[in-house]
């Protein structure tokens, strides 16, 4: 799989957008980019996911570049809630599906 | 409710006495894996499953076993512990048309 290149740390006031990047610049044509988050030390939770079409759900929104090198995952609203680690990840589909790869993600603290 | 569950949540054990830790989802996935997570390391796969009977090595293996032998149970057997298996544990499942990967609790593994 691809390797993904996230911010260590981000900030964001209460009520604003935030806008996490991700880089995936050895992305190929069958892997998708999905989004998670970890709360403390729960397990982590499926945000959204994409292959190359913008997509948006309930929780937020996922901007794909035309390229597909890199995206940004929108949470429009953010609240204390939302502080958390977000992991950026590219994985295959088909056989390769079960291999999936943590990396370091991004730890965003959203204060009032 | 559709979930992940494992148990225990939290174990102490010494080392070398063999131990189980289950897991079960209820959502009719193929896939199943299991993630040790340490501070600085982030999460690890260990080991996944696509399928009844189909197991393959993650990034970690060493020094755990897995089975499936039902498609809804993914226990991770630790046949003789060490202290460097102290860790927090997750178990995860999904399907490849699905919205993503399901994780459980987590189990807070110490091994003295």
């Known amino acids: 799989d691809a390797k993904t290149t996230q911010p260590p740390s981000m900030d964001c006031a209460e009520g604003r957008a935030a806008n996490l990047p991700c880089n995936h610049s050895?992305?190929?044509?069958?892997?998708?980019v999905y989004w998670y988050r970890q709360i403390h030390s729960q397990g982590p939770q499926y945000i959204i996911h994409?292959?190359?079409n913008n997509e948006t759900n309930e929780m937020a929104s996922l901007i794909i570049t035309e390229d597909r090198k890199s995206s940004t995952l929108i949470l429009p609203h953010a609240t204390l809630r939302d502080t958390a680690v977000y992991y950026c990840?590219?994985?295959?589909?088909?056989?390769?599906?079960?291999?999936?790869?943590f990396g370091q993600g991004t730890i965003l603290t959203v204060h009032p | 409710e559709a979930q992940v569950t494992q148990n225990p949540r939290y174990l102490i054990t010494v080392t070398g006495k063999k131990l189980t830790v289950t897991c079960s989802q209820n959502?009719?996935?193929?896939?199943m894996s299991w993630y040790r997570q340490d501070p600085g390391l982030g999460l690890r796969q260990i080991y996944y499953?696509?399928?009844?009977?189909?197991?393959d090595k993650g990034d970690v293996p060493e020094g755990y076993k897995v089975s499936r032998k039902e498609k809804r149970n993914f226990p991770l057997i630790l046949e003789s512990p060490s202290p460097n298996q102290t860790s927090l544990y997750f178990c995860?499942?999904?399907?490849?048309?699905?919205?993503?990967?399901?994780f459980g609790s987590g189990t807070r593994l110490t091994v003295v």
């Open positions: 995860a499942s999904g399907s490849p048309e699905g919205r993503g990967y399901t």
């Open positions: 050895t992305i190929s044509g069958n892997e998708y």
């Open positions: 994409g292959l190359k």
């Open positions: 990840i590219v994985r295959a589909g088909g056989t390769s599906y079960g291999k999936l790869t």
């Open positions: 959502m009719n996935h193929e896939y």
């Open positions: 499953s696509m399928n009844v009977e189909v197991t």
